[in-house]
């Protein structure tokens, strides 16, 4: 028996273009790690969750334990609501559904609203698995560049008012990452945000606004789209994955009550009652906001480490944006393909993820990489940075 044979004419296309561990094979022990988007070893609390358990099943004994689970999961729900509340995103219970982290979330939009037929619009480059996860829906998929300033809504506007002279379909949804962008580091601008309200309201299109990284901010905090939201055609997806614990896989998706209910039909997972009520019991002992300026501190610290050895190590021909939050710093060395860059960097210790990956069409983004500083130190970086700029 050949396994292969089994599988659906989707997935082999899929396996083929991407095989598993292609963007990042396994890494040597001693490896810088540049590619990882962790969050910092040292700022996981993972004594103050050993607390939260204890807590939890001392109080609520076998409760959490089962498919019905704790008290706990609904405050959870309000535990987020309260704080989308402080961003001027206001939902009632019937308009958000907790997921298994960001990527759920994005897999059930995708699962309520694409098929064969439809067409989706994504920013390029844009996070991978977002890219991945609408090619297991349909194989439209508009591409729209981005600059310094995030999303091009020019370039944007342009597409869509050719696609409609012409009886083209107009995409479903547009998927964006507007704060601290995976991979760019990218902002887009209060003025574009408001463009691309207005696009949707004009080619009648919803947004799914991907919010991973926005309190990771070092200084300002660009407002939500959602926030601007007076239509409901914005779907706010977010996570504590960045912030407390990526294993703890806590998302949600913020939107219209009838976008919630047809993706809480799909959300066949029976949820993760001891995760959830783990997750509440923290939050109720932590003070998030003392812990985001400790966060904050710290990334804003490894970024400045990564830019002043990009400027003292990398050659004058390479170009990057500088972020103001979150994880990533996108890199251009022109003349490089970053992919083939890979296997000597690993060789030296040294890791990163080659831009093609971010990107539709992988030619695009031959001599682009992506640098994370959230998971290595700053002396690890300064070192990391020193192999790479030596090998470029």
């Known amino acids: 028996m050949k396994a292969e044979e089994f599988l659906s004419e989707n997935i082999k296309e899929a396996l083929k273009n991407n095989p598993p561990g292609a963007w990042m094979p396994n890494l040597p022990k001693e490896c810088i790690r540049l590619s990882s988007g962790y969050p910092d070893p040292e700022l996981v609390p993972s004594s103050e969750i050993k607390k939260s358990v204890a807590v939890l099943l001392e109080e609520e004994q076998d409760l959490p334990l089962h498919y019905i689970g704790s008290p706990r999961i609904n405050r959870l729900k309000e535990q987020i609501m309260k704080r989308l509340g402080e961003r001027d995103i206001r939902v009632s219970d019937s308009e958000i559904l907790i997921t298994s982290g960001a990527c759920q979330a994005i897999d059930l939009i995708a699962r309520i609203f694409l098929d064969e037929k439809a067409i989706v619009a994504v920013e390029a480059p844009t996070y991978m698995e977002a890219l991945e ?25 342009g597409m869509l008012a050719e696609r409609k002279q012409k009886g083209l379909a107009l995409p479903r949804f547009f ?15 209060y003025e574009r945000r408001k463009h691309l309200l207005k696009l949707a309201e004009e080619f009648d299109f919803l947004i799914v606004e ?17 926030a601007m939201d007076k239509s409901g055609r914005v779907l706010h997806v977010g996570s504590l994955s960045k912030i407390v614990a990526p294993g703890m896989r806590i998302g949600w998706i913020a939107g219209a009550s009838e976008f919630i209910s ?36 710290v990334y804003q610290a490894k970024c400045s480490a990564l830019i002043r050895s990009l400027e003292q190590y990398f050659p004058k021909t390479v170009s990057w944006y500088v972020p103001e939050g979150g994880y990533f710093v996108w890199v251009k060395a022109p003349g490089v393909d970053t992919a083939q860059l890979l296997p ?45 700029g030596k090998l470029i």
Request: aromatic share 12%; hydrophobic share 35%.
């Open 262 to 297: 047809a993706a809480s039909w799909f959300k066949k997972d029976l949820d993760h009652p001891f995760a959830q009520s783990t997750m509440a019991a923290y939050l109720e002992n932590t003070n998030l906001d003392e812990k985001l300026h400790t966060l904050r501190a």
């Open 344 to 388: 000597q960097a690993l060789a030296e210790g040294v890791s990163f993820v080659p831009g093609k990956y971010f990107f539709l069409d992988q030619k695009e983004g031959s001599d682009f990489l992506r640098l994370s500083f959230s998971y290595a130190s700053e002396k690890e970086i300064t070192a990391g940075i020193q192999k790479l």
């Open 210 to 226: 991907d919010d991973a990284y926005r309190e990771l901010a070092f200084k300002n905090h660009p407002v939500p789209i959602k």
């Open 133 to 157: 996860i609408f090619q297991n829906y349909t194989k439209q998929i508009l591409c729209v560049p981005i600059d310094e300033d995030g999303l091009r809504t020019d370039e944007l506007e």
């Open 175 to 189: 998927y964006t990452i507007p704060t601290f962008q995976n991979p760019t580091g990218t902002t887009m601008s």
